[in-house]
């Protein structure tokens, strides 16, 4: 049996691979990895932050923490961050 190589990929091309926009997908991504930490950090476990949240299940807390970007809007992560007491500043600029 032939072993196969796996590819290794850049946000942007598993961003075009998966039909989404890539600066999407690096906001959701950047915005996950904040949730994750903190929540590493502070020992909350993905049960317990999905009942902090109003409408959210340990499922999709599950899905996006193992990198299924697709399953949470940015409102919805923006929501979690806040329910965590961040505070959230986006900025534009020109490319």
Excluded at 48 to 63: C, E, F, N, W, Y
């Amino acid at each position: 049996m032939k072993k196969e190589k796996i590819k290794s990929q850049t946000l942007e091309e598993v961003a075009k691979d998966w039909g989404i926009d890539y600066q999407v997908f690096r906001i959701k991504k950047e915005l996950i990895d904040t949730i994750k930490k903190y929540c590493l950090n502070e020992q909350i476990s993905q049960r317990k932050l999905a009942s902090m949240v109003p409408g959210l299940t340990q499922d999709r807390i599950s899905k996006i923490f193992s990198g299924q970007v697709g399953h949470m809007t940015t409102d919805k992560l923006i929501e979690i961050l806040s329910v965590l007491k961040f505070k959230i500043k986006v900025m534009a600029k020109a490319a």
